[in-house]
């Protein structure tokens, strides 16, 4: 790719809902670096069809979770960058983008103390059943509620990638057991962690807690359906900070009501935002929230600045170190 090329001519799309919100400082660099800047005008992931006009004279993208499909990716004639905002990119058809030679980032690590946090949070409010509590005390009751401590007990956490490996670095200071099932980890790197690496039935078999950490991909979509969730312990919990695709949602309603799930926490919906008849919504078992995991200030800043700078690279003709599809670039190798 030419480099030095200039970026006054260039005009680019930020659809990341929370581009610069908590650190607002990259929102007037990026406007005065680039000749141009489109921003989301909706507020929310968009939709293929909510983009096709928003591409067309595009030169990059700072995208969230949008659906950017082939369509999309073909109506973007000057499109040279998808540079994601956050680490997945199963909402992105990486061999549409590749087969036009345009350069897909991410921001690995940007996002991983936050999520992890917010799956310690989760982990606790089941434990203590402290939605119900809150909702309880503010109705002028004074229920007497029975809680669960976290030492010695075992978490099982399926997916040991950066943010796998900081709940495991949080769940050893609550005196917990921690297990984990990753194909891609060796058993040496999970000791270093205080983590025992099991196979997933293991994992399953003796969890309270099954925490999920792993991709969306063709292998892992709908991993937990009903053969996964018979095989977990009876009373267990579940929580969801991942994709919401990984779960079959009806799968885990009827764990629930029949008692074989003790709760679920879910910051994440197959459908987002989930249909307001969704009766996962209003189980009083199942704690939801709205894809938030990653929504902290230090995650946000970090998240736009990363994904600004990966743009702006690519743009100049340099090649950013988190690429997705290192075959645009002829060598295959990612940097």
Same mark, same amino acid.
């Given at each position: 790719?030419?480099?030095g090329?200039k970026?006054?001519d260039?005009?680019?799309l930020?659809?990341?809902t929370?581009?610069?919100?908590c650190e607002?400082?990259?929102?007037?660099f990026l406007?005065d670096?680039?000749?141009?800047?489109?921003y989301?005008p909706f507020?929310?992931?968009?939709?293929?069809r909510?983009?096709i006009?928003?591409?067309n004279e595009?030169?990059?993208?700072?995208a969230?979770?949008?659906e950017?499909s082939?369509?999309v990716?073909?109506?973007?004639?000057?499109?040279r960058?998808? #540079?994601?905002?956050?680490v @997945? &990119? +199963?909402? $992105?058809?990486?061999r549409?983008?590749t087969? %036009?030679g345009?350069? !897909? =980032?991410?921001t690995?690590g940007?996002?991983?103390v936050?999520?992890a946090e917010m799956t310690?949070?989760l982990?606790?409010?089941l434990a203590r059943?402290?939605?119900?509590a809150?909702l309880?005390?503010?109705?002028g009751?004074?229920?007497?509620?029975?809680g669960?401590g976290?030492?010695?007990?075992?978490?099982g956490i399926?997916g040991?990638?950066?943010?796998g490996?900081?709940?495991?670095i949080?769940?050893n200071?609550?005196?917990?057991?921690?297990?984990?099932?990753d194909?891609?980890i060796?058993?040496? #790197?999970g000791?270093?962690? @205080? &983590? +025992?690496? $099991?196979?997933?039935?293991d994992?399953?078999a %003796?969890?309270?807690? !099954? =925490?999920?950490?792993?991709?969306l991909?063709?292998?892992?979509?709908g991993?937990?359906n009903?053969?996964?969730?018979q095989r977990?312990?009876?009373?267990a919990?579940?929580?969801?900070?991942?994709?919401g695709e990984?779960?079959?949602?009806?799968?885990?309603?009827?764990a629930?009501?029949?008692?074989h799930?003790r709760?679920?926490?879910?910051?994440c919906f197959?459908?987002?935002p989930?249909n307001?008849?969704n009766?996962l919504l209003?189980h009083p078992?199942?704690?939801?929230?709205?894809?938030?995991?990653?929504?902290?200030?230090e995650?946000?800043?970090?998240?736009?600045?990363?994904a600004?700078?990966?743009?702006?690279?690519?743009?100049?003709?340099?090649?950013?170190a988190?690429v997705?599809?290192?075959?645009?670039?002829g060598?295959?190798l990612?940097?």
């Amino acid at each position: 790719m030419e480099k030095g090329l200039k970026l006054k001519d260039k005009t680019i799309l930020v659809t990341a809902t929370t581009f610069g919100k908590c650190e607002p400082s990259p929102i007037p660099f990026l406007e005065d670096k680039v000749g141009r800047v489109i921003y989301n005008p909706f507020g929310r992931p968009l939709r293929s069809r909510e983009l096709i006009d928003l591409v067309n004279e595009v030169d990059g993208w700072i995208a969230g979770l949008d659906e950017i499909s082939e369509e999309v990716i073909n109506a973007a004639k000057r499109l040279r960058v998808i #540079s994601r905002y956050g680490v @997945g &990119v +199963d909402r $992105v058809d990486i061999r549409a983008a590749t087969k %036009r030679g345009i350069v !897909v =980032t991410n921001t690995p690590g940007s996002n991983s103390v936050a999520v992890a946090e917010m799956t310690i949070c989760l982990i606790l409010a089941l434990a203590r059943n402290l939605i119900y509590a809150n909702l309880a005390t503010r109705k002028g009751e004074w229920p007497r509620l029975e809680g669960i401590g976290l030492k010695d007990k075992t978490v099982g956490i399926i997916g040991l990638g950066s943010i796998g490996r900081e709940v495991a670095i949080r769940l050893n200071s609550f005196g917990c057991h921690v297990l984990a099932y990753d194909p891609f980890i060796d058993k040496g #790197s999970g000791h270093l962690l @205080g &983590v +025992d690496m $099991v196979s997933l039935d293991d994992l399953l078999a %003796r969890s309270d807690f !099954v =925490t999920l950490h792993c991709s969306l991909t063709p292998e892992t979509s709908g991993m937990v359906n009903e053969t996964f969730l018979q095989r977990m312990k009876k009373g267990a919990f579940l929580i969801n900070t991942a994709r919401g695709e990984l779960i079959d949602e009806e799968t885990v309603l009827n764990a629930v009501n029949k008692g074989h799930l003790r709760g679920v926490a879910l910051d994440c919906f197959t459908k987002e935002p989930p249909n307001k008849d969704n009766p996962l919504l209003n189980h009083p078992r199942v704690i939801v929230t709205p894809h938030m995991a990653s929504h902290t200030d230090e995650a946000i800043a970090r998240m736009s600045w990363m994904a600004m700078e990966n743009c702006l690279m690519v743009l100049t003709g340099e090649r950013p170190a988190a690429v997705v599809n290192p075959e645009v670039y002829g060598d295959g190798l990612n940097s």
